[in-house]
């Protein structure tokens, strides 16, 4: 498959995105409250061009069915997350008055590289560019939640965030993104795979210092 198949030739940099420091602290509830709010705005403000990259995902569309997968996805962006980050904000920030110059390098970097890769490439470029955010936090989500239990999980400081994660709803879109970025296993050539592994290796590694800058609470 060829989700799977990304992960094994990126294993390391796979794992050190489920596995940061910031998912371990915020699992055990470790994570100052400070270090959650830097994270849940410059995520809130990624979440409005993360669903513009499925609006580029759209124009790349070769036929129906991918047009159709692209805006569906792209609604749950709009209409799912960033209506939990929004509330989850309003304890503390405004989010209806965020725009550009509250951006972290970080948050631009990452962004604007998966605009890029839909500009200079095909869909299957930007599906695969998309996939590290849709797939891993379905992965942290389900494995906080096993690994904590819902006994736990009812007094947890971040049990917001976790739950909706872990929750069926998103369990379930995940599966979706992932069968359907499954199904062009048998499509792609071997010079194609790797040009799809350095793009999965970029975003991942991006995930990474988007983890890290909440930790550090650096926008430069």
């Known amino acids: 498959m060829l989700f799977q198949n990304l992960i094994s030739k990126n294993t390391e940099i796979w794992d050190s ?34 669903a513009k990259c499925y609006a580029r995902l759209a124009i790349n569309a070769n036929n129906a069915k991918e047009f159709r997968f692209a805006m569906k996805f792209q609604n749950y962006i709009i209409n799912g997350e960033l209506e939990l980050h929004k509330s989850i904000l309003n304890l503390g920030i405004d989010a209806n008055n965020l725009n550009l110059k509250d951006e972290s390098l970080v948050n631009l970097a990452y962004t604007r590289y998966m605009l890029s890769v839909g500009e200079s490439g095909d869909f299957l470029d930007m599906l695969v560019a998309l996939s590290s955010c849709a797939i891993g936090y379905a992965y942290i989500g389900k494995e906080i939640f096993e690994n904590l239990g819902e006994e736990t999980l009812k007094t947890h400081i971040y049990k917001e965030w976790i739950l909706t994660y872990a929750g069926e709803e998103f369990q379930s879109e995940t599966k979706e993104f992932e069968d359907f970025l499954n199904s062009y296993t ?10 799809l592994s350095q793009i999965f290796h970029v975003v991942t590694n991006l995930e990474i210092a988007f983890w890290q800058h909440a930790l550090d609470k650096k926008m430069f």
Not at 186 to 195: A, D, L
Request: glycine share 0%; hydrophobic share 30%; no cysteine.
């Open 186 to 195: 048998s499509k792609i050539s071997e010079t194609k795979f790797e040009k």
């Open 17 to 50: 995105y489920l596995h940061h420091d910031f998912v371990k602290r915020l699992e055990n509830q470790s994570l100052d409250r400070e270090n959650f709010l830097f994270y849940l705005k410059q995520d809130y403000l990624y979440l409005i061009n993360y």
